[in-house]
C-alpha cells in the first residue's frame, strides 16, 4: 500500500514535518511494508518555509534585517534544492509576532525587511520567488519594501524616507529608477487567500488595521493614505492596484507587490502544492492522509487539509484527516472530500498537556488508522 501523508503544521506544537513522521511511524508499526511518502504542506502562512524546503531537500538561509519597527532582528528564508527558488515568509521580517502588544502602530511600522530578504535572496541567484504575505504588522503599502529594493519615493522638500502608513500622504513622486535591475527577470508569486481590495470599508486600513493597533480616527487616515498611493501608481506607473482582489492583503503589499515589483498574486495553497508536486504525489498514492491542528466547518475555507482533499477528491483518492482538535461541525467535511475524520485526543484534558504529548499522540493515532486499514471485513 502507496501512503501518502501530507499534513499542515500543528500550531504551537509540531512542525508539518514532524506531524508527518509521526503518524508515519505509528502505521509502520502496523502495517511495516507500508510505503509512506512524507509531504509536509503549507497555505502560504506560517511554515510555508519550512514545508517547501522540506519537499524540495532545500536550506534555511539566516540573516539579521529590520523589524516593522526598523530594529535589527534575526530573520530567515528558504531555498529549494535545486537553488532557482526563494520561499518567503513576510511575517519573518514585518510580522506582527515581532511587536509586544504595546508596539503596534500602522501608522509606523514597515515593511521594509520583507524587501531585505528579497534582496538577498536575488543575491543568491534566484531565479523565483515564491512570497507568503500572512501575519502582517504593516499598513504602507508595501512601500518600506519596495524602498529596500531601491525605488524612491519624493514629498514637498525631496527625497522622502517612508516608515510607516502615516508618510504616504506626503508622497509626491516615485522614482522607480533605482530599483534593483535583477527584479525585472525573477518571477515573484505571492500567496494571498484574501480577496479584500487595497482601500474602503472592505481595505487593508478598515478591516485589518484595528487588529495591528489603528483607532478609527487612524484607520481613516491609512485609509486615504493608501488611496493616495493607489492614485499615484495609476497615474505615474500607469497600474490600477486599489479594487484588485488581494491587494489589502498584508496592509496593501500585495497591491505594493504588483505594482513595484510585477508580482503575481495566487492562492496560498496552490502555491505549495505546485512546488512541491501535491497532484503527482496524490496520483501514485492509495491512500492520502492529511491535517491540522484544529478541523472544523472553517477548514473548506482554503486550509491546507481542504486543498488536499479536493485534489484528492479529483484524482479518486482516498483521504483521511487527522486534528488536535475536531468540532462537531467538521462532519460538514465528510460531504467534501474526506472519507474519515480522526481527532488525536484519547481521553479529556487541558491543551498543555495535548501540546506537549503531540507527538506520542499523532504516533498512537497513526497506529489505530493502520490496524483499521489492516482489517478484512
Given amino acids: 500500500m502507496n501512503i501518502l501523508i501530507a499534513p499542515d503544521s500543528f500550531k504551537d506544537c509540531l512542525s508539518a514535518m514532524e506531524v508527518a513522521s509521526a503518524l508515519g511511524r505509528g502505521i509502520q508499526k502496523i502495517i511495516p511494508d507500508a510505503s509512506i511518502s512524507l509531504l509536509p504542506m503549507a497555505d502560504g502562512g506560517e511554515g510555508t518555509v519550512e514545508s517547501v524546503i522540506d519537499a524540495t531537500r532545500g536550506k534555511i538561509l539566516r540573516l539579521k534585517v529590520m523589524d516593522p519597527l526598523m530594529r535589527e532582528v534575526p530573520s530567515f528564508y528558504g531555498i529549494t534544492g535545486d537553488g532557482e527558488t526563494a520561499v518567503i515568509e513576510m511575517a519573518a521580517a514585518s510580522g506582527i509576532e515581532l511587536l509586544k502588544g504595546n508596539e503596534r502602530d500602522p501608522w509606523i511600522t514597515s515593511t521594509f525587511g520583507t524587501g531585505q530578504l528579497i534582496r538577498d535572496a536575488l543575491d543568491h541567484g534566484v531565479r523565483k520567488i515564491l512570497l507568503g504575505i500572512g501575519g502582517s504588522a504593516t499598513n504602507d503599502g508595501g512601500a518600506g519594501m519596495a524602498q529596500a529594493l531601491g525605488v524612491h519615493f519624493g514629498g514637498k522638500f525631496g527625497d522622502l524616507p517612508i516608515q510607516g502608513g502615516g508618510a504616504l500622504g506626503e508622497v509626491e513622486q516615485i522614482y522607480m529608477e533605482g530599483l534593483d535591475p535583477r527584479i525585472h527577470t525573477t518571477e515573484i508569486i505571492v ?162 498537556s495535548s501540546l506537549k504529548n503531540g507527538e506520542q499522540l499523532l504516533e498512537r493515532t497513526g497506529e489505530r488508522m493502520a490496524r483499521l486499514l489492516r482489517m478484512e471485513i
Avoid at 201 to 223: C, F, N, R, T
Avoid at 229 to 257: C, N, R, T, V
Avoid at 296 to 324: C, E, H, N, W, Y
Fill in 191 to 352: 500567496a494571498c487567500d484574501v480577496s479584500n481590495p487595497l482601500t474602503g470599508p472592505q481595505g487593508a486600513s478598515h478591516i485589518y488595521g484595528p487588529q495591528k493597533g489603528a483607532d478609527e480616527v487612524m484607520v481613516e487616515k491609512l485609509d486615504r493614505n493608501l488611496l493616495h498611493l493607489a492614485e499615484l501608481i495609476q497615474d505615474q506607473l500607469g497600474k490600477e492596484i486599489s479594487e484588485y482582489p488581494g491587494a489589502g492583503a498584508a496592509g496593501g503589499l500585495g497591491g505594493g507587490l504588483m505594482a513595484f515589483l510585477n508580482a503575481d498574486l495566487v492562492g496560498g495553497f496552490d502555491m505549495v502544492a505546485g512546488v512541491c508536486g501535491l497532484r503527482e504525489k496524490i496520483r501514485e498514492a492509495d491512500l492520502v492522509i492529511t491535517g491540522e491542528g484544529k478541523m472544523d466547518a472553517q477548514t473548506r475555507f482554503g486550509k491546507t487539509p481542504f486543498g488536499v482533499a479536493q485534489m484528492a477528491l479529483k484524482l479518486g483518492k482516498p483521504v483521511i484527516g487527522v486534528a488536535g482538535t475536531l468540532d462537531e461541525d467538521a462532519s460538514l467535511l465528510y460531504e467534501l472530500g474526506f472519507d474519515l475524520l480522526m481527532p488525536i485526543q484519547e481521553k479529556p484534558g487541558k491543551l498543555e
